[in-house]
Antibody, heavy 121, light 108 residues
Framework: EVQLVESGGGLVQPGGSLRLSCEAS????????MNWVRQAPGKGLEWVSY????????YYADSVKGRFTISRDNAKNSLYLQMNSLRAEDSAVYYC??????????????WGQGTTVTVSS | DIQMTQSPSSLSASVGDRVTITCRAS??????LNWYQQKPGKAPKLLIYAASSLESGVPSRFSGSGSGTDFTLTISSLRPEDFATYSC??????????FGPGTKVEIK
């Protein structure tokens, strides 16, 4: 079964750090570009970060640039998000999502179940 | 940055109704537009990619249209399992992606 499973969420104080993980199975992780997407309570989806299949291309949303670091370990079929200097507004469900390319169009075809991050004192 | 808006933000409809949701981009994005369905507590599910291409396994009552800045998602005959939130996503500026704020489809 093709799936992504996130872990690492939890309660953290403002200014703290957290590392999210996303483990892939059922497909050849090494050839796919990956993303992190978050959703604050009652809000819409917000793209957070992208990493290419070989980690050579990395992008961040302005809202997290300089604080979050995306990485992957293809030998472990795993995607990571290191989150530092956390703020209350970073509280959200964080999803990892696989990019599929059809023609020259990207789409997020496989999503994890999400892991919840709460930033509060 | 490309901004995405959706209208309406929510709607009430009955089973069997035809439902149309609109998504607008702040600049032309050609056909680089996807639609997702999300049910409470669940991850989003890809419905439509490239503005009008149906993802494998998605029922044919779902359809997408549009290009440039204006796009629509249509559900031809609403079923009980279609009550959910629908979000558009632009991929024109890939890999800098943007989602719309979502449209919640509720039971009338």
């Amino acid at each position: 079964e093709v799936q992504l499973v996130e872990s690492g969420g939890g309660l953290v104080q403002p200014g703290g750090s957290l590392r999210l993980s996303c483990e892939a199975s059922g497909f050849t992780f090494t050839i796919y570009n990956m993303n992190w997407v978050r959703q604050a309570p009652g809000k819409g989806l917000e793209w957070v970060s992208y990493i290419g299949s070989s980690s050579s291309t990395i992008y961040y949303a302005d809202s997290v640039k300089g604080r979050f670091t995306i990485s992957r370990d293809n030998a472990k079929n795993s995607l990571y998000l290191q989150m530092n200097s956390l703020r209350a507004e970073d509280s959200a469900v964080y999803y990892c999502a696989r990019v599929i390319i059809r023609g020259n169009h990207d789409a997020f075809d496989i999503w994890g179940q999400g892991t919840t991050v709460t930033v509060s004192s | 940055d490309i901004q995405m808006t959706q209208s309406p933000s929510s709607l009430s409809a009955s089973v069997g109704d035809r439902v149309t949701i609109t998504c607008r981009a702040s600049q032309s994005i050609s056909s680089y537009l996807n639609w997702y369905q999300q049910k409470p507590g669940k991850a989003p599910k890809l419905l439509i990619y490239a503005a009008s291409s149906l993802e494998s396994g998605v029922p044919s009552r779902f359809s997408g249209s549009g290009s440039g800045t204006d796009f629509t998602l249509t559900i031809s005959s609403l079923r009980p399992e279609d009550f959910a939130t629908y979000s558009c996503q632009q991929t024109y500026s890939s890999p800098l992606f943007t989602f719309g704020p979502g449209t919640k489809v509720e039971i009338k």
